[in-house]
């Protein structure tokens, strides 16, 4: 029987490794459906946790093991048990003000540990929190006043962010963190408010951090290491996750979700054919741009898949799309898509400098070269196998400057299963039967490209 090594890999502290792996994924579990029943669930938790705090976070282990299983029950989600689960849950926010003062305020079933640093271009405050889950409906946190933009999400198993961008200069104060009445958690409200440029860039060179301890792209420490070192060896990269979670849907489906389903399931059907997989992410958590590509280039891999389903103004079109990397875009499509890809990093709140500088050289020039040759005999292949069983746009192969491809000795390509954007795509993207079929294609593509290239490994 053919061996199945399939392997999720986490650039992060080894000591993180373990324990994570044990550690429930109730973070991933926010749905629409969940926001729906979220003022109930609030409501249990004011009931539920002054009852549990005698008994200290055990308690509060049953209480999260209670409101998430009766969330199961009002929603049909499947979850794991929580009782391995440490973390603080935030289970409620708000954000209100004006162009003069933002408060946000936030409430939680334990004492949280926060932290708040800044980042320019473009200006943001990024408030994380340490073993935390962020709980509450997506919906709670809308942008006013002097906060423009906002993003809040897992960066991983042990942090969660709230991004806050500011057309002005703005810091962000932790006003204070209170037990509720009633032993019913705590409240921590933070104030925003407006700064000069000067004071802003005092704050900038004055944090005492690294972009590494927040989820940046140095975070990635040590090798890792493949099962089988000889194996044909894919890398599937279910796009965006966590704090970034892509495009939105017309009925509300988040593009990390659908990625993750079906960067799943084709992780499935490649492992039966006795090849070695490797999934960026498997569950919602954020991968920077850089490391994303680093798993591919540390597993040598054969071949990289990053997953997508974007969003457009056109709502009319819809189809699958398969990208390749280049310079220059193929179109002002391609362009628009590979824009919004590369933004990834800076919707985490990390720094985003200038692109590293390529690797000079005739051989250099000459192993990027091959490499785009081979990608495209991949893209070849995707098509071939989608002609006739699934939609595509028109002139569906197509290439741009996308930063997750950038592998110089890696065949890369990026594939848009389709458009949330459009009704129908979105009803197909979140149908099991539909990804299951298209899983298959997307296995015979990837399997047909391997005997080509390396006959020896069938």
């Given amino acids: 029987m053919a061996s199945v090594r399939l392997r999720a890999v986490r650039l992060s502290p080894a000591a993180h490794g373990a324990n994570a792996a044990n550690r429930s994924r109730m973070g991933r579990r ?8 979220a003022e109930t669930l609030n409501a249990l ?5 002054g009852k549990d705090r005698r008994n200290g976070r055990a308690g509060r282990g049953l209480v999260a093991v209670t409101l998430f299983t009766l969330l199961a029950y009002m929603t049909g989600i499947g979850i794991e048990p929580a009782h391995a689960d440490d973390r603080c849950l935030a289970f409620s926010a ?18 949280p540990d926060v932290a708040i640093h800044y980042v320019d271009k473009p200006r943001r405050i990024l408030v994380d929190f340490s073993d935390t889950v962020l709980g509450f409906p997506e919906k709670s946190l809308v942008p006013t006043g002097l906060v423009t933009r906002l993003r809040a999400g897992a960066m991983g198993p042990h942090r969660a962010r709230i991004v806050l961008q500011t057309d002005e200069p703005a810091r962000a104060h932790l006003e204070s963190v209170k037990a509720n009445g009633g032993g019913a958690g705590y409240r921590a ?3 925003v408010t407006p700064v000069s440029a000067s004071q802003f860039s005092d704050l900038l060179s004055s944090q005492n951090w690294r972009e590494a301890e927040t989820g ?9 290491t493949s099962g089988n070192a000889s ?8 796009g965006h996750g966590g704090i970034d979670g892509g495009a939105v849907g017309v009925d509300e489906t988040a593009e990390k979700t ?7 399931k084709l992780a499935a059907d490649l492992g039966g054919h006795d090849l070695h997989v490797v999934l960026t992410r498997d569950d919602d958590t954020f991968v920077s741009l850089a490391d994303r590509v680093k798993i591919a280039r540390e597993n040598d891999a054969d071949l990289f898949v990053s997953i997508h389903a974007d969003s457009i103004s056109v709502k009319s079109l819809r189809g699958a799309t398969v990208y390749t990397l280049s310079d220059n875009a193929s179109d002002r499509l391609a362009n628009q898509i590979a824009q919004s890809e590369n933004r990834a990093d800076a919707v985490a709140g990390l720094k985003v400098g200038s692109e590293p500088k390529a690797v000079a050289g005739i051989l250099a020039d000459l192993t990027r070269r091959e490499t785009r040759r081979f990608s495209g005999r991949l893209s070849d292949s995707v098509i071939s196998a989608f002609t006739g069983d699934v939609d595509l746009i028109n002139n569906p192969q197509r290439h741009a400057g996308f930063r997750v491809l950038e592998a110089p000795d890696v065949p890369s390509v990026l594939v848009e299963l389709g458009f949330l954007s459009n009704p129908d795509d979105e009803k197909q993207l979140i149908d099991p039967q539909w990804r299951a079929k298209v899983a298959g294609l997307m296995t015979k593509a990837i399997l047909a490209y391997r005997d080509k290239v390396s006959p020896e490994s069938r």
Avoid: E, H, W
């Fill in 189 to 191: 409200t933070f104030d």
């Fill in 94 to 111: 708000s954000l209100a003000g004006d162009a003069k003062q933002v408060k946000l305020v936030l409430d939680f079933d334990c004492k």
């Fill in 231 to 238: 194996a044909f060896t894919v890398v599937i990269d279910p």
């Fill in 258 to 264: 659908v990625t993750l389903a079906f960067a799943k």
């Fill in 216 to 224: 940046g792209v140095d975070a990635a420490k040590g090798k890792t």
């Fill in 30 to 37: 926010r749905t629409t459906m969940a926001s729906r029943t």
């Fill in 45 to 49: 938790r004011r009931t539920f946790v």
